[in-house]
DNA sequence: TGTACCATGTAATTGGTTACATGATTAC
DNA sequence: GTAATCATGTAACCAATTACATGGTACA
């Protein structure tokens, strides 16, 4: 199985949506550790219907076009129980700017320090975000992770590690930039 | 252009290399951040070629296979230049784990306990491995990133994302693992 | 005798992005 | 009017992995 196919049955574990709305959920919240375009869901949701783990009906609607919703099913919840605990399947890791920091001495130390301010800044941004989110969900699901309902909780657990990156990220840039600017004067 | 063709010509600004030995680079130390198989390196090589951003020379060996040694052109060398300083495309973040960690609620709590207890373990050896190319570093390039070959702190930098990575993700798998522990008793 | 390494390629397949395609409703 | 959102699909293309293919040398 896909990990698209996964990523879909999570969401659908959680409720019932049409194409359309996980169109949007791979776009944020999921999407920002598993995004996927409409033209992929489309098809891999008909691949999981033959496959048996969803099924859908058509909800006829009045001043909109109508949709199909779609449904896990007892072995599509089985699938994805299987999968859960079992270890991720290495990915290769690929970071374009920790390639060009690599390749950082052919450049103009100004124009490469300019690069990794601005990075950082886009990294923070994203960081203050996440951060906006977290203050939400502990005004709303309460402070303690350990007392949230076990479903909301996997959501905070993954908002953590989209905060620690970005922060990590954040300050990796900062150090790169702050490095190529002392270079210059020594 | 392709980002591979630039990771071959950033290797190819170092030094000299074969089909072979860039394979070598994009399993380690390279493909810390940026891989490819030897499936994708040669027809990369030869469109590179074509496009005048490499030449080659054969060299022949006796008691091992002959070999291609590609070395980087002018041209070359100005198009890696252009591309280090750009912002890099954005990328989507796909990370199985995190996608785990969002389905978690659906596991059960001891099994997601040791699948992070499982990848801690190995988040933190690949940190070590990391620090002890850091340790190297320092050993024979010298202690401060400021006054190291530029090309030498280049790799350095890369070096030191590889470190944060591995350090913040260790410590979220550490706390997922924890956090799981400690619903058990609430 | 078998495994690992050197050395270079092609073919098939999968996963993902971009582009093509259509059409209604709502808000500015 | 026109842009945004709702709603669902297909086609073309690109990037990357896996598998197919060959053959010599070194070493245990």
Redesign the pocket.
Known sequence: M???GYAVLSLLSREDL????L??WMERPLGYFW??????I??E??RLEEEGFVTHHVVE?R??????VYGITASGREAVREWVTEPPSSQ?T?DELVLKAYSIWLADPDAAAALFEEQERLHEEQLRHYEEIEVWMQDNWGESPERMDFDRFASYAALRRGIGYERDYAEWCRWVAAKLEERRSV
């Open positions: 896909r990990t698209l049409s194409g359309y709305d169109k949007r995004s996927a375009r409409h033209s992929q489309y098809p949701l008909a609607q001043e909109r076009p109508d949709k199909k290769a690929r």
